[in-house]
């Protein structure tokens, strides 16, 4: 862990220690080793998904009243994003309250948008059943997001609308992977200026559909997305240790991207899961990785 993160869990131990009570402190791991040949490229080995999701070494801390600290470090940068930052999360929560600090801000249902910046955080229950508002006020400084972002969902969250607002949206490797490669972000000084989304979802018995639609513009260079993108996926769960996933992904210059996923636990706290893609009917990529978290 730098510096950087222990000053970090310092401010988070001076906060929690204001409040005259112990903490209780918890480390958690969720790594992720991939391995991914393309078509007609060379194979790699990365500590993060396909699909950007980094492998992350957790730690947190807890008090009674619902105040939390936590701070996330990855164990590798993705070339070209946006966020060079190892650190990928610190923050100081009441929790489903408010949120302060370096954080995945609020949009979407997370098939097209993993966005980390510096952000004050506020949740709100509506006074509809079922409805509720999650908005993140952003400063990532430079180069980097800023603006507004935020989702209204109702029903529990099955469904909901989304916006992002500023400049320098989506420069994240983790941000639109459906559609372009992890190290295919346009990186720190680029991005776009309005993110709008609109997602669903529902679960019927072992089988649960999901749909996402984002409309992307007031892109800064040629190398951003732009338009309309649309993901579709169900997913089956069979028995508790095993998931498939079929999904489709309609791209903003208008490639269809197909999708098989699989989520296999093999040991306690240890998965397997292999993924193979299409673009446009051809295969695309085929990747597999060993997913331990503890």
Known sequence: ?????????????????????????SLKFDGRLDYRTPNGGSPSLRFYDSLGRPSLLQLQFTLEPGLRAFVSQRLQRIRHDGDADL????????????????QIVPFGGGAFLRETVLAARGDIDLPIEGASLAIAVCD???????????????????????????????????????????EDS????????????????????????????????????????????????????????????AGWTHGP??????????FLQTVKNVFIEPMIRFRNGVEYDFSVQLHVHF
């Open 253 to 262: 210059d208008g490639v269809n991207f197909y999708r098989v996923m699989g």
């Open 1 to 25: 862990m730098d510096l950087k993160a222990l000053l970090a869990v310092a401010s988070s131990l001076l906060a929690l220690s204001a409040w005259g009570q112990n903490p209780d402190v």
């Open 186 to 245: 346009s990186g720190s000084g680029n991005g776009l200026k309005q993110i709008l989304g609109v997602d669903v979802s529902h679960r019927f018995g072992p089988l649960t559909g999901r749909a996402e639609a984002v409309n992307m513009g007031g892109r800064i260079t040629s190398h951003d997305p732009s338009g309309t993108a649309l993901d579709v996926s169900f997913s089956v769960s069979p028995s508790p240790n095993r998931t498939y996933t």
């Open 87 to 102: 650190l990928d999360e610190y923050y100081i929560e009441d929790q489903g309250v408010w949120r302060v600090g370096k």
């Open 140 to 182: 990532g400084g430079g180069q980097h997001q800023r603006g507004f972002a935020g989702r209204l969902s109702f029903f529990d969250g099955d469904l909901g609308l989304s916006a992002m607002m500023g400049s320098h949206w989506g420069i994240n490797g983790s941000s639109f992977a459906l559609f372009r490669n992890p």
